[in-house]
């Protein structure tokens, strides 16, 4: 892991006392947390088995800031000292480690749609998926949660703004999408959001292949309108108050 400046030490240590203005070089209690939460998701994306190693990545945007996880480093190494942090030009502001290398694909989901957080994977089922159709079948309601069947956006090199406009096209109307020969990327108002459509969709990508092995038979698939109702319904789902 690349070693931080010295005078950047304090960047992600110091939270200013609650309602108090932070010093120079200390990080605001908001991005702290922020922080810490990022951390957390990266992790489980390998404890879920949803990436190997260093590969995916994770973001979450505090005003117009953009935290993101660091390229190449595992991420059950980063401590509060490796944040990490670009505006929404890409410009970093915080920290001396480099920013993933997929950053082009998490600014532009948060400069076209109202995203707060941004997950990306190379989950197994999801990219074998992408490799075999234009589109994942809507082999299960929760289909309707991403918004409709979710599309495949056309290969382009990682990290490259290709891929990122491939992937806002395969985005238009929804929250998640497939990467050709890649991976997966969703997106949410909050970390949870965005890291349970990335665990549903590949959920479903392993419903789907598991279904269309079967020798002779063919799985059945859910109609525009079943999907249409499906979404109406989710609108009422969950706790209140």
């Given at each position: 892991?690349?070693?931080?400046?010295?005078?950047?030490?304090?960047?992600?240590?110091?939270?200013?006392?609650?309602?108090?203005?932070?010093?120079?070089?200390?990080?605001?209690?908001?991005?702290?947390?922020?922080?810490?939460?990022?951390?957390?998701?990266?992790?489980?994306?390998?404890?879920?088995?949803?990436?190997?190693?260093?590969?995916?990545?994770?973001?979450?945007r505090v005003g117009d800031t953009v935290l993101v996880t660091p390229s190449g480093v595992p991420y059950d190494r980063l401590t509060p000292d490796d944040l990490t942090a670009v505006d929404l030009d890409g410009r970093q502001v915080r920290g001396t480690l480099v920013p993933t290398?997929?950053?082009?694909?998490?600014?532009?989901?948060?400069?076209?749609?109202?995203?707060?957080?941004?997950?990306?994977?190379?989950?197994?089922?999801?990219?074998?998926?992408?490799?075999?159709?234009?589109?994942?079948?809507?082999?299960?309601?929760?289909?309707?949660?991403?918004?409709?069947?979710?599309?495949?956006?056309?290969?382009?090199?990682?990290?490259?703004?290709?891929?990122?406009?491939?992937?806002?096209?395969?985005?238009?109307?929804?929250?998640?999408?497939?990467?050709?020969?890649?991976?997966?990327?969703?997106?949410?108002?909050?970390?949870?959001?965005?890291?349970?459509?990335?665990?549903?969709?590949?959920?479903?990508?392993?419903?789907?292949?598991?279904?269309?092995?079967?020798?002779?038979?063919?799985?059945?698939?859910?109609?525009?309108?079943?999907?249409?109702?499906?979404?109406?319904?989710?609108?009422?789902?969950?706790?209140?108050?």
């Open positions: 892991m690349a070693e931080q400046r010295g005078d950047q030490r304090d960047d992600s240590r110091a939270d200013a006392p609650d309602g108090a203005e932070p010093r120079a070089g200390e990080v605001p209690r908001e991005m702290a947390r922020a922080w810490r939460a990022l951390v957390a998701t990266a992790r489980r994306t390998v404890a879920d088995g949803l990436v190997v190693g260093t590969s995916g990545n994770v973001s979450v290398s997929e950053l082009p694909v998490h600014l532009a989901v948060y400069r076209h749609t109202g995203a707060r957080a941004v997950v990306h994977t190379h989950a197994v089922h999801a990219t074998a998926v992408s490799t075999l159709v234009p589109e994942l079948p809507a082999i299960h309601y929760m289909t309707a949660a991403l918004g409709g069947p979710v599309r495949v956006a056309p290969y382009a090199a990682y990290g490259t703004e290709a891929l990122a406009g491939n992937m806002l096209r395969a985005l238009e109307g929804r929250s998640g999408c497939l990467l050709q020969n890649h991976g997966t990327i969703t997106y949410g108002t909050t970390l949870d959001q965005a890291y349970d459509r990335t665990a549903q969709l590949e959920w479903m990508c392993r419903l789907w292949l598991t279904a269309s092995s079967v020798p002779g038979l063919t799985p059945s698939l859910l109609s525009a309108d079943q999907l249409a109702d499906v979404a109406r319904r989710l609108q009422g789902y969950g706790q209140r108050g």
